[in-house]
């Protein structure tokens, strides 16, 4: 990702798609003098279908991974280029999760059906059917490729917490109701106040600082500043991983 941006050019000739087993052609894409003006119709009907809302967010993407595919606007890398563009208008739209899951994951699993979703219309000739197929089946087939995606990453996500709670267990255990309670509290701030554990607690400031002398005696948590309306607390490092 280094370097000067240099937009590749389309291709300026034609070009076909091959059955690799026995050399047949598959498809034709559209001419190279079609290619320009296809990609601008493309990239605009992406913007204002993202911005107006025109479609469900997957829908738009899977349509958009379709028609990329088929204008087939270089001489190569066009597949690895629309899964690109794919979570692009994914990751823009809210659904990027930060990256962390994979279409190209669920392709690999079974690379036919990938070919087999994207091969539509009466004809391998773009012009001859192609152009006006129903894709209907490889919007279905992306939509049920997504799912599977995330429900993955939910499943790894639900994994991770579960291990994460056995982990610390014992550590809750040594806690009391009230200590507990205060964990949410260094969740959202490496320091708190008397204050406001006297309003977690529905208590005085008094109660609160008799508390918190007694947390600090124990080791639960380590007092800064000597100031009792200044005075903060940190959470002691033992228990810094509940948080």
Request: charged share 25%; hydrophobic share 35%.
């Amino acid at each position: 990702m280094k370097g000067k941006e240099k937009p590749s050019p389309y291709r300026d000739g034609q070009n076909v798609i091959r059955n690799s087993m026995d050399g047949k052609i598959v498809y034709m894409p559209p001419e190279a003098l079609d290619v320009q003006s296809l990609m601008e119709d493309l990239t605009g009907w992406i913007n204002q279908s993202r911005e107006k809302a025109i479609l469900p967010v997957p829908i738009t993407a899977a349509i958009a991974h379709y028609q990329f595919a088929t204008i087939h606007p270089y001489y190569d890398g066009n597949g690895r280029t629309a899964r690109l563009l794919t979570n692009l208008v994914l990751h823009l739209s809210g659904y990027g999760l930060k990256g962390i899951y994979s279409l190209e994951e669920d392709y690999a699993k079974n690379l036919q059906d990938y070919y087999n979703a994207l091969t539509v219309g009466d004809s391998h000739n773009y012009y001859l059917g192609r152009a006006e197929a129903d894709i209907t089946g490889r919007i279905a087939y992306f939509c049920k490729g997504m799912a599977a995606s995330f429900a993955n990453v939910r499943s790894k996500i639900n994994e991770l917490a579960e291990e994460e709670t056995k982990d610390q267990a014992h550590l809750l255990r040594e806690l009391d109701q009230r200590q507990k309670q205060i964990l949410m509290l260094f969740k959202e701030s490496r320091y708190i106040t008397t204050k406001e554990i006297a309003e977690q607690f529905g208590i005085t400031r008094r109660a609160a600082l008799n508390v918190c002398n007694k947390w600090a005696d124990e080791g639960f948590i380590i007092v800064h500043g000597e100031a009792k309306k200044q005075r903060k607390y940190e959470l002691a490092s033992k228990w810094l991983e509940l948080v």
